[in-house]
């Protein structure tokens, strides 16, 4: 099965952002998968999940 990370940037100006830690807190999402292979990190694992994956999408 092919792996996808999809990496959402914040814009280069401005402070519109796709998520956040905090944003995902508010609505309760902790420490479990929002959805199936999903997941929230770190800066930490980037380079490994970079490694990992077939693909990289970034946005």
Known sequence: MATTLFILN???YGTERSYNGLR???RGIRDEKPAEGCGRGALEGLAEWTQQADRVLVF
Do not use: E, T, V
Request: no cysteine; hydrophobic share 35%.
């Open 10 to 12: 914040d814009p280069p």
């Open 24 to 26: 995902l807190d508010i």
